[in-house]
């Protein structure tokens, strides 16, 4: 049964509301992000972007490399294979800034308030924005998997056990990346000022994780920042479930991904709520 606080705030705003509507809803707003609020330039961009990445970044520091892998758990994979893997979850981060930008475009274009008069919350405008961006991640994630496989074919070893953690990954990473820009964008007061800090944040979230190199090897007071850093956690996790590197860490790894995601869902859900119009 539902809580009954959840009973009251359904009874207010939804008299007749079944949970099927309510999915319903969530799921037409997601299609509107989906075919109308996104520029398709962008999702053209969010492929060919870690593509030419791992295939020129990746060769060119793996012949600095030489013939020397990269360890991940006990098997010892090629840097490219190592870095494809990790652009799944990098891509990811990426794809989430889209959750800002759709709320920023429909404050701007005056349909926030057209959508808050039909019958939308807030709250479900949250969850189809984070819905849109868990779509994105999984249909990219999917593209640069097979564009990439050259680079992994020989170190790829997916099971049925370990495949989930890489899936719910990338669903987790979604959910904390989309929840972040969300807060971002209801507490800034210009796009610019969204794009200038979102930029500049993920810049960081970027380089000081495990996406583009192990944090093995990396010396304090940056292994800290890594571990840190949410993105290391998620790129981890994916490659674990690549590589088939499923470990008691991994699913500490995994505990402490989804308390820090649902954290940042919470805090967005409050920051949209509290947004004045």
Sequence with gaps: MLPSALDKYVNIHYPSASPIDLITEILLLAYRNLIASIDKVFLIWQVVFPVVYIFVAGYSYSALMGEQGVKFGDVLVTYPAYLTA????????????????????????????????????????????????????????????IIGLPTMLNNVNPTLWSIPYTIYALVVGAVFFGSFTIIISTKLKS?????????????????????????????????????INPLTYIVDISRAGIFSQVTPFTNIQLLIITIVAVGAFLMATVSMVKMKI
């Design 86 to 145: 990790g652009m799944i979850g990098f891509n990811v981060m990426n794809s989430s800034t889209v959750a800002g930008s759709i709320i920023w475009n429909d404050k701007r274009n005056g349909m926030f308030q057209q959508l808050l008069v039909m019958p939308y919350t807030k709250v479900q405008y949250i969850i189809s924005n984070l819905l849109t961006i868990v779509l994105m991640g999984l249909a990219s994630a999917a593209l640069i998997v």
């Design 191 to 227: 796009s610019e000022g969204f794009t200038v800090i979102s930029n500049g944040v993920f810049l960081f979230f970027a380089f000081a994780s495990s996406a583009f190199y192990p944090a093995a090897g990396v010396p304090e007071p940056l292994r800290t920042a890594f571990y």
